[in-house]
Nanobody, 114 residues
Framework: QVQLVESGGGLVQAGGSLTLSCAAS????????MGWYRQAPGKQREVVAI???????TYADSVKGRFTISRDSAKNAVYLQMNSLKPEDTAVYYC????????WGQGTQVTVSS
């Protein structure tokens, strides 16, 4: 199995920045795609950002220009740099990896205060 461990969540003021980390238990180039999803109370889970094995990225319209997904193959890690945070970014953020199956991390809470 693939284990994914998120970290970096916390409380931040609106306009601030936060970086989330996701450590994978296997070489990230063995993974078809990795991404960040989030779910706020009362809302559906939504994709935030995806990075594919070849390096292309996709972002939700709501975070374009503010969030950046990146990777460090030496550390088997994927990051989400979040800038200009808004209260509506408040959610549990989950790391996701697709190999033969979908794998999920346990989630990390991000809370953005007004």
């Amino acid at each position: 199995q693939v284990q994914l461990v998120e970290s970096g969540g916390g409380l931040v003021q609106a306009g601030g920045s936060l970086t989330l980390s996701c450590a994978a238990s296997i070489n990230i180039f063995s993974i078809n795609a990795m991404g960040w999803y989030r779910q706020a109370p009362g809302k559906q889970r939504e994709v935030v950002a995806i990075i594919r094995r070849i390096g292309t990225t996709t972002y939700a319209d709501s975070v374009k220009g503010r969030f950046t997904i990146s990777r460090d193959s030496a550390k088997n890690a994927v990051y989400l740099q979040m800038n200009s945070l808004k209260p509506e970014d408040t959610a549990v953020y989950y790391c996701h990896a697709n190999v033969a199956y979908d794998y999920w991390g346990q989630g990390t809470q991000v809370t953005v205060s007004s």
